[in-house]
Every structure is written in structure tokens, then in C-alpha cells.
């Protein structure tokens, strides 16, 4: 035999082992053998039993890697020779040796289950382990109609099972005037001459791999299917209209399209997220809650005015909510409409307040949002109202940011992307790096975030 189908052998044996694994406890169960207590003697029985089998089965050549249409029976014959055998070598010990009676009936029970599981189990795994030479005349042949990339596309997901890799019988050409450059050698059929080919050649099944604007084209290549009783299936084209981040999902009777599918669209990533959050936050506002009370007093030492400044900010899913932060200025912008960005050396900023800010500390206040529920650890940073709307208007998917909530710290700004947005650069780079870290986000990633928030030397480059 050609080492293509030694690959058989082991199947075969796993399949033996377990049919006599199974005649064994079978046994048992009908004869209420476990009564006795020696699951010891069992283990040894069964390992015994097995042995001999494998044992006599090899000098029987019952592994060996049999082909061709007398597959079955071949495999038999070999199969009940060694059977014989083995129930020959038993009956010679049952008259040799005084086993007591509850063993004998085992010893009878296991014979007689062998052939009646034998005949079964070989029967599956000639099946399931035959050549694929051998179905090569029994698989489905399907047609693609199309011989764009998404019908490529679909033939490469065939092929690339080793199952299914004869079933393309070829492409339908449904536009020659857009692929006259680049012609498909394996066309076998255009639209047009679509019902004289399947009337001289059969296919099992027509994948339709069309854009949506060729309803005419897949119209057509339905009425000729049905004519010929070929079964069609049809690739809708959804990486064509929104892209590769998409999800579909099954509701009733109906599909459903996540057109952009981000990972913690998913519910474990975002449960990880959320318990993750609650315990980062919860351990924050403990173990620096004496740094808090310090910082309280000092800034009341300082200036007049509340300790806490919390203006409305946007949120998840654009709604506004109230952030807290550890006041930094002796005259604070508006906490509604404020539109007035802070600057490098902002007469506003208190002595207190500039040290809060170079190190971010002035946002640790906003550990209590994370425990609310309206922020995040890290995330993208929630912007005032007007300057979202600017962003909004300017900037291509922004406010994808606000798919999911805001954050203490980003991407964005451990990269030196926090700070103003007077410049077009600015606000591009703000932009990509908040959308950057949805797609990838990871537990790790907001780790790696957190890390870099404190020791990362970007982050505190354009604080004041």
C-alpha cells in the first residue's frame, strides 16, 4: 500500500479498542459483574483483552490500509478471523482454568457482543475513513455563478476542504465585458448558454456569488436552476457594501447585519471589561482615598471654590452626563455650554491645580463615574458637548468612539494625543487612535493602557 493511506491504520485501531471497550461494560452491566468488587481484575481483564486482539489482529493483517470496491469485505473477513481466533484462545482457558461462574458468563457475554459491534463500528469507519479518491464519483458538483472575488472567495473556502476540493465543477461567467481582461480558464458555462449546459452536464447545486445591483442576472440563474431541478444557494455580498468588520446574526426568520462588529460587541469580552473596570475602580478609590481627603484640603487651602468641578460631558450612545474632576482653576469654564479650551499657561490654572494636572490627577475623581457606570478605565475620553459636535461634522466615523463608554485614559492620549485640538493633524490622530483601540481591543490592551498611563513618558508630554 502507498504511505497516502497509512493515515487509516490508527483509525482503525481506535475504532476496535472502543467496540470492545464498550462489548466489556455492557457485559458488566447485564451481569451485575461490579457486585463482585474487583474493579482491579476488570482493568486487568480489559487490558488483556484488548492486547490479545491488537496482537492477533496484526499477524491477521487486520491493520492494514485495504482500498478498492471490496473495502468491506475485506476488512471483514480479516475482522471475524481474528475473532475466531481470539474466541478459541478464550475457550481454551474457559476448560483449562476453574474461573468462577459470574467470569464465565462474563467471558460468554463479551464473545457474543463482539461481532454484533464489530459489524457496526466497521461499518462507520469504513464510511467515515474511505479514500477521497474513493467518494470522489459520490460528492455533490456545484457551480459558482461569477468570476469576481467574491466567487473566488467562494471557491477558495471550497478547495480549502480536502473534502470539497472536487466539488467545484467550474464558474459561470455572468459578466464577460468586465473580466474580458482577466479570463477565468475555469469558466464552463456563460449566462446566456447556462440552460444548454446543464441540459448536457449535471450539477448538484448553483452558489450564487453576485452583487446585489445583478438582481436581473440572479433572477435569471434561478428560473434556469428550476427548470433543470438544480438546487441554488446564494452568497449575499455584505463585505461588498459595508466592509470586513460585519456580523451577521440569525432573529426568527430574519438576518441581521452588525455592520461593524467590534470585539466587545461580544458578551464575555464585555462583561470582562465591565468586572474588570469595577474591581480597577473600587481598589483605586480605596487604597487612595487619604490621598483624596489630602487633595481636598489643599485645593480649599488654595482657592476659593468647590473641591469637585463637574461639567456635562458626552457619553455612550452621545448622551451627556456629569464628570467629576478635582477643580484646577479658579474660574472654571461653564459646566453646561463652556467652550473655552484650556492653554498652555492658563492664568486660570491655581498653583495646586497645575501640579494636579501635569500628572493627571485632577481625573481621578472620575473612578467614582467608572462605578456608576458612565465611563470606563480606559476608553475614549469624553469631549465637551460643542466640541464633539465639531468633531462630529469634521472628522469621517466619530462618533463610532461613542459605541461604547468613555474612559479615564486611552489610546490616544498614551500615545501624546491628549490636550488641544486646534489642528486638523490633532484631531485626526485623536480620532484614529480611539478607533483603533475598539477594533483591537483586549484585557491586555487596557493593561498595557494603564501601565503607560503612569510610567508612559507620551502621556503627561502635552498635560498642563
Same mark, same amino acid.
Given at each position: 500500500m502507498t504511505n497516502h493511506h497509512k493515515s487509516n491504520v490508527p483509525v482503525l485501531v481506535f475504532w476496535d479498542v472502543i467496540s470492545l471497550s464498550i462489548a466489556f461494560f455492557v457485559s458488566l452491566y447485564f451481569y451485575r459483574i461490579n457486585d463482585l468488587n474487583f474493579?482491579?481484575?476488570?482493568?486487568?481483564? =480489559?487490558?488483556?483483552?484488548?492486547?490479545?486482539?491488537?496482537?492477533?489482529? *496484526?499477524? &491477521?493483517?487486520?491493520? !492494514?490500509?485495504? @482500498?478498492?470496491?471490496?473495502?468491506?469485505?475485506?476488512?471483514?473477513?480479516? *475482522?471475524?478471523?481474528?475473532?475466531?481466533?481470539?474466541?478459541?484462545?478464550?475457550?481454551?482457558? *474457559?476448560?483449562?482454568?476453574?474461573? %468462577?461462574?459470574?467470569? +464465565?458468563?462474563?467471558?460468554?457475554?463479551?464473545?457474543?457482543?463482539i461481532p454484533s459491534l464489530g459489524i457496526i463500528t466497521n461499518s462507520l469507519v469504513i464510511r467515515l475513513s474511505a479514500p477521497i479518491k474513493e467518494r470522489r464519483a459520490k460528492m455533490s458538483t456545484t457551480l459558482i455563478a461569477g468570476s469576481g472575488l467574491?466567487?473566488?472567495?467562494?471557491?477558495?473556502?471550497?478547495?480549502?476542504?480536502?473534502?470539497?476540493?472536487?466539488?467545484? #465543477?467550474?464558474?459561470?461567467?455572468?459578466? %464577460?465585458? !468586465? &473580466?474580458?481582461?482577466?479570463?477565468?480558464d475555469r469558466v464552463v458555462s456563460t449566462l446566456e448558454g447556462l440552460k444548454d449546459y446543464l441540459k448536457d452536464n449535471f450539477a448538484d447545486e448553483i452558489i450564487i456569488a453576485l452583487p446585489y445591483n445583478e438582481l436581473d442576472k440572479i433572477k435569471s440563474i434561478v428560473e434556469v436552476a428550476d427548470y433543470h431541478g438544480t438546487r441554488i444557494r446564494f452568497v449575499p455580498d455584505y463585505q461588498g457594501i459595508f466592509g470586513e468588520n460585519f456580523k451577521t446574526y440569525q432573529f426568527?426568520?430574519?438576518?441581521?447585519?452588525?455592520? +461593524?462588529?467590534?470585539?466587545?460587541?461580544?458578551?464575555? /469580552?464585555?462583561?470582562?471589561? &465591565?468586572?474588570?473596570?469595577?474591581?480597577?475602580?473600587?481598589?483605586?478609590?480605596?487604597?487612595?482615598?487619604?490621598?483624596?481627603?489630602?487633595?481636598?484640603?489643599v485645593i480649599k487651602l488654595n482657592s476659593p471654590g468647590p473641591v469637585f468641578y463637574t461639567p456635562i460631558? @458626552?457619553?455612550?450612545?452621545?448622551?451627556?452626563?456629569?464628570?467629576?474632576?478635582?477643580?484646577?482653576?479658579?474660574?472654571n469654564d461653564s459646566i453646561l455650554g463652556g467652550i473655552q479650551s484650556t492653554v498652555k499657561d492658563d492664568p486660570r490654572i491655581t498653583k495646586v491645580g497645575k501640579f494636579l494636572r501635569k500628572y493627571s490627577l485632577d481625573e481621578l475623581p472620575q473612578f467614582i463615574n467608572v462605578l456608576t457606570g458612565e465611563m470606563s478605565?480606559?476608553? %475614549?475620553? /469624553?469631549? +465637551?458637548?460643542?466640541l464633539n459636535q465639531l468633531m462630529q461634522e469634521t472628522e469621517d466615523k466619530y462618533m463610532v468612539r461613542h459605541y461604547y463608554k /468613555?474612559?479615564? @485614559?486611552? $489610546?490616544?492620549?498614551?500615545n501624546g494625543w491628549r490636550g488641544p485640538l486646534d489642528?486638523?493633524? #490633532?484631531?485626526?490622530?485623536?480620532?484614529?487612535?480611539?478607533?483603533?483601540?475598539?477594533?483591537? $481591543?483586549?484585557? $491586555?490592551?487596557? !493593561?498595557?493602557?494603564?501601565? =503607560?498611563?503612569?510610567?508612559?513618558?507620551? @502621556?503627561?508630554?502635552?498635560?498642563?
Amino acid at each position: 500500500m502507498t504511505n497516502h493511506h497509512k493515515s487509516n491504520v490508527p483509525v482503525l485501531v481506535f475504532w476496535d479498542v472502543i467496540s470492545l471497550s464498550i462489548a466489556f461494560f455492557v457485559s458488566l452491566y447485564f451481569y451485575r459483574i461490579n457486585d463482585l468488587n474487583f474493579q482491579r481484575m476488570e482493568v486487568v481483564f =480489559l487490558i488483556a483483552l484488548i492486547s490479545l486482539w491488537l496482537i492477533i489482529g *496484526y499477524s &491477521n493483517k487486520l491493520y !492494514v490500509d485495504w @482500498t478498492g470496491s471490496s473495502l468491506f469485505k475485506s476488512r471483514m473477513s480479516k *475482522y471475524f478471523k481474528t475473532y475466531f481466533i481470539l474466541a478459541g484462545i478464550i475457550g481454551i482457558m *474457559y476448560l483449562i482454568f476453574s474461573f %468462577p461462574k459470574d467470569v +464465565r458468563n462474563l467471558l460468554i457475554a463479551v464473545l457474543a457482543g463482539i461481532p454484533s459491534l464489530g459489524i457496526i463500528t466497521n461499518s462507520l469507519v469504513i464510511r467515515l475513513s474511505a479514500p477521497i479518491k474513493e467518494r470522489r464519483a459520490k460528492m455533490s458538483t456545484t457551480l459558482i455563478a461569477g468570476s469576481g472575488l467574491l466567487a473566488n472567495k467562494v471557491a477558495g473556502f471550497l478547495e480549502s476542504n480536502s473534502y470539497a476540493k472536487f466539488a467545484v #465543477q467550474g464558474f459561470i461567467e455572468c459578466s %464577460p465585458e !468586465v &473580466n474580458a481582461t482577466g479570463k477565468n480558464d475555469r469558466v464552463v458555462s456563460t449566462l446566456e448558454g447556462l440552460k444548454d449546459y446543464l441540459k448536457d452536464n449535471f450539477a448538484d447545486e448553483i452558489i450564487i456569488a453576485l452583487p446585489y445591483n445583478e438582481l436581473d442576472k440572479i433572477k435569471s440563474i434561478v428560473e434556469v436552476a428550476d427548470y433543470h431541478g438544480t438546487r441554488i444557494r446564494f452568497v449575499p455580498d455584505y463585505q461588498g457594501i459595508f466592509g470586513e468588520n460585519f456580523k451577521t446574526y440569525q432573529f426568527g426568520d430574519l438576518q441581521l447585519v452588525n455592520i +461593524r462588529q467590534l470585539p466587545l460587541d461580544n458578551w464575555f /469580552p464585555n462583561l470582562l471589561k &465591565n468586572v474588570f473596570d469595577i474591581i480597577f475602580a473600587s481598589a483605586v478609590l480605596l487604597f487612595l482615598s487619604p490621598i483624596f481627603i489630602l487633595i481636598g484640603i489643599v485645593i480649599k487651602l488654595n482657592s476659593p471654590g468647590p473641591v469637585f468641578y463637574t461639567p456635562i460631558r @458626552t457619553g455612550k450612545g452621545g448622551k451627556p452626563f456629569k464628570v467629576y474632576k478635582f477643580r484646577s482653576m479658579s474660574n472654571n469654564d461653564s459646566i453646561l455650554g463652556g467652550i473655552q479650551s484650556t492653554v498652555k499657561d492658563d492664568p486660570r490654572i491655581t498653583k495646586v491645580g497645575k501640579f494636579l494636572r501635569k500628572y493627571s490627577l485632577d481625573e481621578l475623581p472620575q473612578f467614582i463615574n467608572v462605578l456608576t457606570g458612565e465611563m470606563s478605565v480606559v476608553g %475614549p475620553r /469624553p469631549h +465637551r458637548v460643542f466640541l464633539n459636535q465639531l468633531m462630529q461634522e469634521t472628522e469621517d466615523k466619530y462618533m463610532v468612539r461613542h459605541y461604547y463608554k /468613555p474612559g479615564i @485614559t486611552g $489610546w490616544a492620549q498614551v500615545n501624546g494625543w491628549r490636550g488641544p485640538l486646534d489642528t486638523e493633524e #490633532q484631531k485626526k490622530q485623536r480620532t484614529s487612535h480611539d478607533l483603533e483601540y475598539l477594533k483591537k $481591543w483586549s484585557l $491586555w490592551f487596557d !493593561v498595557k493602557i494603564i501601565w =503607560l498611563t503612569i510610567f508612559g513618558k507620551k @502621556t503627561h508630554e502635552e498635560a498642563f
